[in-house]
Nanobody, 123 residues
Framework: QVQLVESGGGLVQAGGSLRLSCVAS????????MGWFRQAPGKERELVAA????????YYIDSVKGRFTISRDNAKNTVYLQMNSLKSEDTAAYYC????????????????WGQGTQVTVSS
């Protein structure tokens, strides 16, 4: 089992920045990739960004490219999501997830989930 705990959400004005953190514990050696998902009310959960633990390969959805940056600190078992130039449409609950294998750009690859942290962007 892998436990994930997110932090860093909050209320920010449009154009502002936030940094989300996700600390992993437990059987972290089994993790292949980490992802940040978000879910807005009435919408499906979507993968925003992902990163592989060993090589640091990254993936972003088009709507956040150039604004969000995912990174990891292997020594701290922590993944970050730096979010800049935030827009009202970025408002959502953000979830950290871990994948043991598979296609890390796909929702189905993720086995473990955090409890989520709310990001609200006011316009």
């Amino acid at each position: 089992q892998v436990q994930l705990v997110e932090s860093g959400g909050g209320l920010v004005q449009a154009g502002g920045s936030l940094r989300l953190s996700c600390v992993a514990s437990g059987r972290t050696f089994s993790m292949y990739a980490m992802g940040w998902f978000r879910q807005a009310p009435g919408k499906e959960r979507e993968l925003v960004a992902a990163i592989t633990w060993s090589t640091g390969n990254t993936y972003y959805i088009d709507s956040v490219k150039g604004r969000f940056t995912i990174s990891r600190d292997n020594a701290k078992n922590t993944v970050y999501l730096q979010m800049n130039s935030l827009k009202s449409e970025d408002t959502a609950a953000y979830y950290c997830a871990a994948a043991r294998g598979g296609y890390y750009t796909k929702y189905g690859a993720y086995d473990y989930w955090g409890q989520g942290t709310q990001v609200t962007v006011s316009s």
